[in-house]
């Protein structure tokens, strides 16, 4: 206990431990894609609703094992180029596709884009690489997902039949390579 001059109460100092957990990583291109193409597959298996609604929820439990240990980040994964855009004259889209069909990419619109600010500014030197790319180009990306409460990481399909079967997550692009044209 410290006695501090003026003060008639007593103040008890004391430390906290804090548990921080192990090193995240960035996430496995195999692991993620793993989960979401699992899902894709049985989801066409099953025309009873509530088999789908425990997919989709098997979905979210997966992911959310699975980004409990690392991070929301990327590194290095390989993806297909699947769209490119211009968005007004400011910004660019982008959209890849990967595994089984799964898209990662910014939204295709300003309007949607106004609180996540995924799209790519069209001056960038991320947009100088994305203007030498094709259709079907081979590419490595570095990146994040953005998080989402109720499904882990941010999808933007409307319907529960998206969300499993055409999965569309929404990323933000760090660093682009090409690795091969189309």
Request: neutral net charge; hydrophobic residues 40%.
């Amino acid at each position: 206990m410290h006695h501090f001059k003026g003060m008639n109460k007593k103040l008890l100092l004391f430390t906290a431990s804090i548990v921080l957990p192990l090193s995240l990583h960035a996430v496995p291109q195999n692991k993620f894609e793993e989960v979401v193409c699992d899902g894709i597959e049985n989801f066409h298996k099953q025309s009873n609703p509530i088999f789908q609604s425990r997919l989709i929820n098997a979905r979210k439990n997966a992911l959310k094992k699975l980004f409990h240990t690392n991070t929301l980040e990327v590194k290095n994964w390989k993806a297909k180029v699947y769209g490119i855009d211009a968005v007004g004259s400011d910004y660019v889209s982008l959209e890849l596709v990967i595994g089984c069909r799964i898209q990662l990419g910014t939204w295709n619109n300003s309007f949607s884009d106004y609180l996540t600010h995924s799209l790519i500014n069209i001056n960038s030197q991320l947009a100088d690489t994305i203007s030498n790319l094709t259709i079907g180009d081979e590419i490595t990306i570095d990146g994040s997902f953005y998080s989402d409460n109720e499904k882990v990481i941010y999808e933007k399909s409307i319907t529960d039949e998206g969300y499993m079967v055409r999965p569309e997550y929404l990323f933000r692009f760090e660093k682009i390579m090409k690795i091969r044209s189309n």
